[in-house]
């Protein structure tokens, strides 16, 4: 239909320079368009307009099915669309994706459905959220294909939520179709069908499903025009008949609450893992050795994206599982290398690029910028649990700030570097956890961070060759700078064992350039101080050689790596194995270093020791006697490897026969480390232990007895229950209680003591067995003791 423009009366007209008179009728159907009439230039096309135009009998234009009529002067005249009728029910609008194949039934699948129809008519919006590649799209489809079979839905909309744009579109397209909105007016008809959805009195009731899939943004479901008035909120309205259902990699508060349900969608199983496997090499007639497939899923971390490309891959090249499990080992294969030419089930994403997008809009997040140099920290550590201590240091407080990310990554003004807070530290890790790349407990404070090691291959596959091996020293430093110096809490110095093994398997290279890292020593000596005296020793064995070949053999980190050695070593039982390898090391030392030099007085001290342990009393003592001289000139009377060797002096004394001499030397030093070192160092109380045994020694049981019992007090209180110095006390209190005549109690508290040896040192550690036969004997002696006092009553 045409619409004429204003124009003057007929009487002040002037002549027209055209006139068009009965052209015709035009007809239009589908998405055609008919014009009747004259098609003249816009004026703001450049050409000569006309002065005049006189239309007369431009004739019909009719259109149906969507098509366009236009009558008249095409550019004076206001188009229309024929309005759509309303699509019958049932109705879909949007494509479900298709089913993944092999399907695996999963447990969040019953929940979900449990959960929906436990809902009764209440309100139900479910949240499926998880990492990238957990299959929540796969989820949701398997949910809406089978409601939509089942005839349980007159209406069912799936819209891919990426951003707010696809989000408006779809519910646009849904109200073209089903409520015969504007299709001109987008935002008018995503409104007009939100509106439509809710229930209204005595209409028809409209059993719906609306399927929000991926949204990236919780802000993506409120529009917020210019003017406040006008915001509105995207998410489906409240009703008894419709559910939504939305899948999200975000763990914001805001997607969730009382009417809207989370549901955690986790890995595969290992059972389904290697079920999907199998079933997927089968289809092709491919068969693979089940435990190379079991083992395949376990390096995959049972992510089914993972799975999924990896059988891709398979299929695609004819490799075998073994080498396709080599290849991922291999530290300098990328996942890209390892991705399949096409991606199996519609996928949109490789599995290297599946969290980038994830991790740019954690970098948006406050404070800005400091996701990614947090991941790329984690990324270096252990999967499965990351202590926040480690991760909130000044050391990695100080990578946070050098490499936050630029907010305008096309600016060429350098980013201004600011101090990171430990709560901005702590902030970026919750910007993390909001996307799903890493799961953060602040409750488990030992194990606060934990990201899946396929996040952390894509993120270590992003590194520059300088990029890694400067960021792994960070992650040592930062591993040091959380690492007590009293291990008091056993379960956090596991879990620094357990971290610094894992940053030498993703970057050990580093951890030697320029030189060996001290945390590559701190991990050796808390393995023996733990009782794992074998893994200590296996770990220096490594060390060495790696020094040795990196170094070279007089490098002062190999000279130092052959002195943890040996003394560990001596510690696993070879008294005159340590005490030779000592030897042959202090001829490098000498050589090397000179006789002035600490390392090389720090390893006479321990030649003396382990001679001393060989048997050889008189001789270690000798040995102290001259080196004290020595370090009495190089370091001073207050150094502590001064101070230590007096303590050792005044020991061997007492084990070559002069246990009296022990006590006073002992005497005599502690006040001395009272001043200069404390009350609670470590050296102090081992100096109390040995200063009690000596007492009791010469002759003193009780005095002993009691000295090892408020030692016991400090060293609950400074070390902790389950520290190898406490655990000893412990046996030796129990030890001279006996001595002083009380071997039932002795006995009582030796039997206490063995569970925990047990639990902390295991089974075969030397002390363990020593308590096992110290119990025998006093349990023995309490016997004795019983059976002469029934004598006597008798």
């Not at 090892?708 to 046996?731: A, E, I």
Request: aromatic share 4%; proline share 7%; net charge negative.
């Amino acid at each position: 239909m045409a619409k004429a423009t204003s124009r003057k009366a007929r009487d002040e007209e002037p002549e027209p320079s055209l006139t068009v008179t009965d052209t015709g009728k035009a007809e239009a159907a589908d998405d055609e368009v008919a014009v009747t009439g004259y098609r003249g230039p816009a004026p703001e096309s450049g050409r000569e307009p006309l002065a005049s135009i006189r239309l007369s009998q431009t004739g019909g234009a009719t259109a149906t099915g969507g098509g366009t009529a236009i009558s008249g002067y095409v550019h004076t005249l206001t188009v229309e669309h024929a309005r759509q009728e309303p699509a019958p029910w049932p109705h879909q609008v949007g494509v479900i994706p298709s089913r993944a194949r092999p399907s695996q039934h999963r447990a969040e699948a019953d929940r979900l459905r449990a959960a929906v129809d436990g809902g009764g008519t209440a309100v139900l919006s479910q949240v499926l959220t998880g990492m990238g590649g957990v299959g929540k799209t796969q989820l949701a489809a398997d949910y809406a294909r089978a409601a939509w079979d089942d005839d349980g839905l007159d209406v069912l909309v799936w819209i891919t939520a990426s951003a707010q744009s696809p989000v408006v579109s779809g519910y646009a397209q849904a109200g073209v179709e089903l409520c015969g909105a504007d299709p001109d007016d987008p935002e008018q008809a995503a409104r007009k069908f939100l509106a439509w959805l809710a229930p209204k009195a005595g209409q028809r009731p409209c059993r719906w499903l609306i399927v929000l899939d991926d949204v990236a943004d919780p802000n993506d479901l409120v529009v917020r025009p210019d003017d406040p008035g006008t915001r509105y909120s995207l998410w489906p309205p409240a009703g008894p008949y419709g559910r939504t259902l939305l899948t999200t990699r975000r763990r914001d508060a805001a997607l969730f609450g009382e009417e809207r349900r989370r549901i955690e969608v986790g890995l595969f199983t290992p059972a389904q893992s290697v079920a999907y496997l199998t079933e997927s090499l089968a289809a092709r007639d491919r068969t693979e050795p089940s435990d190379q497939l079991i083992a395949l899923a376990r390096d995959l971390g049972h992510l089914p994206l993972a799975l999924a490309q990896a059988a891709a891959y398979l299929i695609d090249s004819g490799e075998t599982t073994a080498a396709y499990r080599d290849l991922l080992a291999t530290r300098t294969t990328k996942l890209t290398d390892i991705a399949p030419d096409a991606l199996p089930d519609e996928q949109a994403t490789a599995l290297a690029a599946a969290w980038s997008l994830s991790i740019d809009r954690a970098d948006t997040l406050r404070p800005t910028g400091l996701a990614r140099p947090m991941l790329h920290l984690a990324a270096l550590l252990d999967a499965n649990g990351i202590p926040q201590d480690v991760l909130t240091s000044e050391p990695a407080r100080t990578h946070l700030a050098a490499h936050r990310t630029a907010t305008d990554p096309h600016s060429t003004e350098p980013t201004p570097v600011s101090p990171v807070s430990p709560s901005d530290a702590v902030r970026a890790l919750r910007a993390l956890d909001r996307l799903s790349l890493v799961d953060h407990t602040p409750g488990t404070p030992h194990q606060a961070v934990r990201v899946h090691q396929l996040i952390q291959r894509a993120t270590r596959d992003t590194f520059a060759p300088h990029q890694h091996d400067r960021t792994a020293r960070t992650a040592a430093d930062a591993l040091m700078a959380a690492w007590p110096t009293v291990e008091r809490d056993t379960d956090l110095a596991q879990a620094l064992r357990t971290n610094t093994a894992a940053l030498t398997r993703h970057a050990e290279d580093a951890l030697y350039l320029p030189d060996a890292h001290t945390v590559l020593y701190r991990l050796g000596r808390s393995l023996g101080a733990s009782g794992q005296v074998t893994a200590a020793v296996d770990h220096f064995q490594h060390l060495s050689t790696n020094t040795g070949n990196r170094l070279g053999p007089d490098h002062p980190d190999t000279l130092t790596t052959r002195n943890n050695l040996a003394f560990w070593h001596g510690e696993a039982g070879d008294a005159a194995g340590a005490a030779q390898a000592f030897t042959d090391l202090l001829t490098d030392q000498l050589r090397v270093l000179g006789p002035d030099h600490p390392d090389t007085l720090t390893t006479r001290y321990n030649l003396a020791h382990w001679r001393g342990r060989t048997g050889d009393a008189a001789r270690a003592a000798q040995a102290f006697t001259d080196l004290l001289t020595d370090q009495l000139r190089v370091l001073g009377p207050d150094h502590p490897d001064t101070l230590t060797t007096r303590h050792n002096l005044a020991s061997w004394r007492g084990r070559a026969g002069d246990a009296a001499g022990a006590a006073q030397a002992l005497n005599d030093l502690l006040p001395d480390l009272l001043r200069v070192l404390g009350k609670d160092h470590p050296h102090t109380l081992t100096t109390r232990s040995n200063l009690a045994h000596w007492h009791g020694e010469a002759g003193d049981a009780a005095r002993t007895a009691q000295a090892f019992t408020d030692l016991l007090t400090d060293q609950l209180r400074v070390l902790g229950p389950d520290h190898p110095n406490t655990l000893t006390t412990r046996h030796n209190l129990a030890s001279w209680r006996g001595e002083a005549g009380d071997a039932a109690r002795a006995a009582q508290a030796l039997n206490d003591l063995l569970p925990d040896l047990l639990r902390v040192l295991g089974k075969d550690h030397p002390h363990t067995l020593t308590t096992r036969h110290n119990l025998a004997h006093w349990q023995a002696e309490a016997e004795r003791a019983t059976r002469a006092h029934g004598d006597d009553q008798s």
